[in-house]
């Protein structure tokens, strides 16, 4: 059992930069896939980005790549969405989640696939 809780969350003007959290308790932590997934009302829950257990791969959507970095420290279970240069259109609830495998982060972006997820946060980026 894995339980993830988001932070960091917050309004920003475009162009700002936000930083996420996601702190995770229970065992094995570092077996897992995370992945970062966003939620704009009126839309379907799209993905973002992941890290495999190791940190060793990482994998972005189009729509972020170049601004968004995903990173995760095994030792103090979290793992980091660092969100550069934002647009209005990220604004979403944006949600951790867990997937227990060992393949790389390529392999981790269908959200019906993971394990675990968090409650979200909001992230709001005026225009």
């Known amino acids: 059992q894995v339980q993830l809780v988001e932070s960091g969350g917050g309004l920003v003007q475009a162009g700002g930069s936000l930083r996420l959290s996601c702190a995770g308790s229970g065992r094995s932590f570092s077996r897992y896939c995370m992945g970062w997934f966003r939620q704009a009302p009126g839309k379907e829950r799209e993905f973002v980005a992941a890290i495999s257990w190791s940190g060793g791969s990482t994998y972005y959507a189009d729509s972020v790549k170049g601004r968004f970095t995903i990173s995760r420290d095994n030792v103090k279970n979290t793992v980091y969405l660092q969100m550069n240069s934002l647009k209005p259109e990220d604004t979403a609830v944006y949600y951790c989640?867990?997937?227990?495998?060992?393949?790389?982060?390529?392999?981790?972006?269908?959200?019906?696939?993971?394990?675990?997820w968090g409650q979200g946060t909001q992230v709001t980026v005026s225009a």
């Open positions: 989640a867990a997937r227990l495998t060992y393949y790389s982060a390529n392999s981790c972006i269908a959200p019906n696939e993971y394990d675990y």
